[in-house]
């Protein structure tokens, strides 16, 4: 139950994130963005772990390797010069 709720708090709050966060133009955008990713973890979170099985590895090596994507991203935005502009 505790989980549901840390849960169900966690997506409120990313929400209210991007609804304070971005412009009234650019609002819907960025929350139709949001539920995307949403959408795509839906979809690539079974082939991730298909594909492990495929290669002979655990489940659970599937959320390692599906974690070397974003921390390469921040690794890669670290590097940038100038921070981009948000409107």
């Given at each position: 139950?505790?989980?549901?709720?840390?849960?169900?708090?966690?997506?409120?709050?990313?929400?209210?994130?991007?609804?304070?966060?971005?412009?009234?133009?650019?609002?819907?955008?960025?929350?139709?963005?949001?539920?995307m990713m949403y959408g795509l973890a839906s979809l690539l979170a079974p082939i991730a772990v298909s594909i492990s099985y495929l290669f002979e590895w655990k489940w659970n090596?599937?959320?390692?390797?599906?974690?070397?994507?974003?921390?390469?991203?921040?690794?890669?935005?670290?590097?940038?010069?100038?921070?981009?502009?948000?409107?």
């Amino acid at each position: 139950a505790m989980m549901g709720a840390s849960f169900g708090g966690l997506a409120v709050s990313q929400n209210l994130l991007v609804v304070h966060g971005s412009s009234p133009q650019r609002r819907t955008q960025a929350l139709s963005g949001l539920h995307m990713m949403y959408g795509l973890a839906s979809l690539l979170a079974p082939i991730a772990v298909s594909i492990s099985y495929l290669f002979e590895w655990k489940w659970n090596s599937a959320f390692f390797i599906a974690a070397a994507v974003p921390f390469a991203v921040v690794l890669w935005s670290l590097r940038e010069k100038t921070s981009p502009q948000l409107n």
